[in-house]
T-cell receptor, first 115, second 109 residues
Framework: DAGVIQSPRHEVTEMGQEVTLRCKPISGHNSLFWYRQTMMRGLELLIYFNNNVPIDDSGMPEDRFSAKMPNASFSTLKIQPSEPRDSAVYFC?????????????FGPGTRLTVT | KNEVEQSPQNLTAQEGEFITINCSYSVGISALHWLQQHPGGGIVSLFMLSSGKKKHGRLIATINIQEKHSSLHITASHPRDSAVYIC???????????FGEGTQLTVNP
């Protein structure tokens, strides 16, 4: 298996632009997580889905952030409009939920720089 | 006070030394995760445990539910173990993880 795939790996954009980050989870996994990592705040959960349904989006910082999972093999995290404080590494992870979540498999991350 | 706290924040060791990283949590959890983040940024799940002890190669993770404490041990440390080690508590009602701040480990040859 190729593991969790994220694209792009690096994104540099100007303040005010729309940014879309993409994630393909491991085939067969039914839980998907979006995380953000910064020096100041460390790793934070933004949102997670079970069976394509958003379960907990309490970590989404504000309305500028939105996430979708139209099917089991694809998810997007969109920031519109972007701001310099959104600069961070965004990780996607997937897992298999049966009775409870198993270990999470992380993608390589997308390093976002907003100037 | 963070819900999940790690110590030490930084740790430098000589190759071959036995290493211990500690994690304490203040809320109820269903499982405790240990993650490793390589210098290049990639994150790998090392362990997920809810009781007792797990071992994988030179890595050992333990958890004491009553004391709300977990430890990660590395035996016969090697420079390639240099990384950031992060513990995370999984909430009892779902899949949310709350992360510690991480421990930067440097193993010198």
């Amino acid at each position: 298996d190729a593991g969790v795939i994220q694209s792009p790996r690096h994104e540099v954009t100007e303040m005010g632009q729309e940014v879309t980050l993409r994630c393909k989870p491991i085939s067969g996994h039914n839980s998907l997580f979006w995380y953000r990592q910064t020096m100041m705040r460390g790793l934070e959960l933004l949102i997670y889905f079970n069976n394509n349904v958003p379960i907990d989006d309490s970590g989404m910082p504000e309305d500028r952030f939105s996430a979708k999972m139209p099917n089991a093999s694809f998810s997007t995290l969109k920031i519109q409009p972007s701001e310099p404080r959104d600069s961070a590494v965004y990780f996607c992870a997937s897992s298999l939920w049966i009775e409870r979540v198993r270990e999470q498999y992380f993608g390589p991350g997308t390093r976002l720089t907003v100037t | 006070k963070n819900e999940v706290e790690q110590s030490p924040q930084n740790l430098t060791a000589q190759e071959g030394e036995f290493i211990t990283i500690n994690c304490s949590y203040s809320v109820g959890i269903s499982a405790l995760h240990w993650l490793q983040q390589h210098p290049g940024g990639g994150i790998v799940s090392l362990f997920m445990l809810s009781s007792g002890k797990k071992k994988h190669g030179r890595l050992i993770a333990t958890i004491n539910i009553q004391e709300k404490h977990s430890s990660l041990h590395i035996t016969a440390s090697h420079p390639r173990d240099s990384a950031v080690y992060i513990c995370a508590g999984q909430e009892t009602s779902g899949s949310r993880l709350t992360f510690g701040e991480g421990t930067q480990l440097t193993v010198n040859p």
